[in-house]
């Protein structure tokens, strides 16, 4: 009744306006306008019915693990850190609650999935799951200061040192260097320059972990045709390391790190059995950051080269990276442990680690390293290392 009521009401004022010329045209465009209206208001259901979603606190334990790699406890406890961040500025009943988003990302975090992936398993649309994976992004990385901390304190460095010389023998190690290069699509500004040697566009991460595996610094600022000497020479950590007047020991690094004073890499070619011994203790101790990497990847699939590749401009995919390690840290504080995955030894791409055999033929290696980087690597030897 009501739809034969819009359409008389439209012949009518369509057959008054008929004639007058084209100074009616706009008049006869509002009523088509309010015509359709109308008509829409009343085939439009009274009560619209709207699909279940689902967060974390619908799924089982094992569900979550599974899928957002975290228990049901820690994942509420990341809800109340990030509560002021992603509370619904609308009170719109169909808003979306901030145990939806984090439930949103995480999934997308862990599964490395596509957007339209992860808004089916939490029912609820594509571009919606897009709202949802940027703004928990955007939170959790403007307090990852708050998980990521390289802390310098006496104790702590102490202690750190100790739990890596219990790895291999070497004695006070601050933490070590890893890197990986994780790939993302083709950037529209400057494509080449995020190519690496392996042939695809990426950014080279570094990464700074303890003995525990916790991350302790991470810089993911420098697009993968960058080599590792480069990345560190202009990250925040080496300026840090220069000036730092509290440092009592060093950082351990691949060979494709340049020799520093708070740096120290493996022989290129060792002359005696104290400087083997040194580079077989080196290995072993740096493996960690190596470990680190796969359980990262392993942790949080979107990083997984074999998974997909990110489909976000390098800032975007930077700030995600920084996210992940700062759920990293996050995940040892929650105590939820995990094994690294089996597709994801082969992730653990450093690019730029050469053999040491012909790591005097990189390009970043040219620089000779300073007379007094040299003589603490030789003491050092001498100390530790010479029977």
């Given at each position: 009744?009501?739809?034969?009521m819009?359409l008389?009401?439209?012949?009518l004022?369509?057959?008054?306006l008929?004639g007058?010329g084209?100074?009616c045209q706009e008049?006869?465009?509002?009523?088509r306008?309010h015509?359709?209206?109308?008509?829409r208001?009343?085939?439009?259901?009274?009560?619209r019915v709207y699909?279940?979603r689902?967060s974390f606190?619908m799924?089982?334990?094992e569900?979550c693990?599974r899928q957002?790699?975290f228990?049901?406890?820690?994942?509420?406890?990341?809800c109340?850190?990030?509560?002021?961040?992603?509370r619904?500025?609308s009170k719109?009943r169909?808003?979306?609650?901030v145990a939806m988003?984090v439930?949103?990302?995480?999934?997308?975090?862990?599964c490395?999935?596509y957007?339209?992936s992860v808004g089916?398993?939490c029912?609820?649309?594509?571009s919606a799951?897009?709202a949802?994976?940027?703004?928990?992004?955007?939170?959790?990385?403007?307090?990852?200061?708050?998980?990521?901390?390289f802390?310098?304190?006496?104790?702590e460095?102490?202690?750190?040192?100790?739990?890596f010389?219990?790895i291999?023998?070497?004695?006070k190690v601050?933490g070590?260097?890893a890197?990986?290069?994780?790939?993302l699509?083709?950037p529209?500004d400057?494509p080449i320059?995020?190519?690496?040697?392996?042939g695809f566009?990426?950014?080279?991460?570094?990464?700074?972990?303890?003995?525990?595996?916790r991350?302790?610094?991470v810089?993911a600022d420098?697009?993968g045709s960058?080599d590792d000497?480069?990345?560190l020479?202009n990250?925040?950590l080496?300026?840090f390391?220069?000036?730092?007047?509290?440092?009592?020991?060093?950082l351990?690094?691949?060979s494709?790190?340049?020799?520093?004073?708070?740096?120290?890499?493996p022989y290129?070619?060792?002359q005696?059995?104290a400087?083997?011994?040194?580079?077989c203790?080196?290995v072993?101790?740096?493996?960690?950051?190596?470990?680190?990497?796969?359980?990262l990847?392993?942790?949080f699939?979107?990083l997984n080269?074999?998974k997909g590749?990110l489909?976000?401009s390098p800032v975007?995919?930077?700030?995600?990276?920084?996210?992940?390690?700062?759920l990293?840290?996050?995940?040892?504080?929650?105590?939820?442990?995990?094994q690294?995955?089996?597709?994801?030894?082969?992730?653990?791409?450093?690019?730029?680690t050469?053999?040491?055999?012909t790591v005097?033929?990189q390009?970043?290696?040219?620089?000779?390293?300073t007379a007094a980087?040299?003589?603490?690597?030789?003491?050092?030897?001498d100390?530790r290392?010479g029977l």
């Amino acid at each position: 009744m009501f739809l034969s009521m819009a359409l008389g009401l439209y012949a009518l004022c369509s057959v008054r306006l008929r004639g007058r010329g084209l100074r009616c045209q706009e008049q006869q465009r509002r009523v088509r306008h309010h015509s359709r209206r109308l008509i829409r208001s009343i085939n439009y259901p009274w009560q619209r019915v709207y699909q279940q979603r689902m967060s974390f606190e619908m799924m089982s334990e094992e569900l979550c693990v599974r899928q957002l790699r975290f228990n049901k406890e820690a994942i509420g406890r990341l809800c109340d850190i990030l509560q002021g961040d992603l509370r619904p500025s609308s009170k719109c009943r169909t808003a979306l609650s901030v145990a939806m988003k984090v439930t949103t990302a995480l999934n997308f975090y862990a599964c490395g999935s596509y957007q339209a992936s992860v808004g089916h398993m939490c029912k609820i649309t594509q571009s919606a799951a897009r709202a949802c994976i940027h703004q928990v992004t955007d939170a959790i990385f403007r307090k990852a200061s708050n998980f990521i901390r390289f802390d310098m304190s006496p104790v702590e460095l102490r202690g750190r040192a100790v739990r890596f010389h219990r790895i291999a023998g070497f004695p006070k190690v601050l933490g070590v260097i890893a890197g990986s290069h994780i790939q993302l699509k083709a950037p529209n500004d400057q494509p080449i320059s995020y190519m690496n040697s392996r042939g695809f566009h990426s950014l080279n991460v570094m990464i700074v972990c303890d003995a525990q595996m916790r991350i302790l610094a991470v810089n993911a600022d420098h697009k993968g045709s960058a080599d590792d000497a480069f990345v560190l020479e202009n990250s925040s950590l080496a300026q840090f390391m220069n000036k730092c007047p509290q440092r009592s020991g060093w950082l351990l690094g691949s060979s494709s790190y340049p020799l520093k004073t708070w740096l120290m890499v493996p022989y290129s070619k060792t002359q005696s059995k104290a400087q083997q011994r040194y580079n077989c203790a080196h290995v072993c101790t740096w493996q960690r950051g190596q470990d680190t990497v796969k359980l990262l990847k392993s942790r949080f699939q979107c990083l997984n080269r074999s998974k997909g590749i990110l489909q976000y401009s390098p800032v975007k995919v930077s700030k995600i990276v920084v996210v992940c390690c700062a759920l990293h840290n996050f995940a040892l504080d929650q105590g939820q442990t995990l094994q690294p995955m089996e597709d994801t030894v082969s992730e653990t791409d450093q690019l730029d680690t050469p053999d040491l055999d012909t790591v005097d033929t990189q390009e970043s290696l040219k620089k000779t390293p300073t007379a007094a980087a040299r003589a603490i690597r030789e003491q050092l030897v001498d100390d530790r290392f010479g029977l």
